[in-house]
């Protein structure tokens, strides 16, 4: 399974519904939150992701770049997003807020920035619905994609595959059509692009282009 997320940070703000239009073909809609503190970058808050909500076709995947997660999250939650990712170098009780997510009804994911290493976590692979390891410093888009990152993401694969439970793993930064495969390599299922396929004459061409690269990559290389 091929998970395509256009995250809407690389879309046009002021078009956003027509841009939100663009891609009926990806399978959730990327919405990066940033504070200006946990990131040195400011987006959208509460009521906008809501607006979002309200008018997009496709379910909402809520990534948190933000401070105090264990206040905030929930709400997204409360929008009705179908998942809420937060950081785990923002919150001191992931398992905790996972669960809360969860109960609200929404799915909860779990971001390690890439120098985070991903051991503490994997224990409680069973309490996330996702885990996103960052192949960017997270912040800002149209970044280099980060090899160094490819090994933790392998670690990740590894220890949902021994544990047995059906926890997506998601990718956001770089990705593009050669970097797809490489993520899709290292265990990848859900990938997050931005400039790739808003900067594409054609967005969900794009979509469509990115998924095939990675089903046949994913076809040629390991299958997980």
Known sequence: MVRINPSILAADFVNLQRDLARIPSADFVHVDVMDNHFVPNLTFGLQMVGRIQDVSSLPLDVHL???????????????GAFS????AEATDAPVDLARRLRSLGSRAGIALKPGTPAEPYLDDLAEFDQVLVMTVEPGFGGQGFLAETMPKL??????VDAAGVDVWLQVDGGIDLSTIAVARDAGADTFVAGSAVYGAADPDLRVSALREAALRHGEQGHTH
Not at 70 to 78: G, L, M, N, S, V
Not at 84 to 87: G, I, N, R, S
Request: proline share 4%; hydrophobic share 45%.
């Open 154 to 159: 392998q670690q990740v694969r590894d220890a």
């Open 65 to 79: 770049m933000i401070d105090d997660v264990d206040r905030w999250a929930p709400e997204y939650a409360k929008l």
């Open 84 to 87: 809420v990712t937060f950081h």
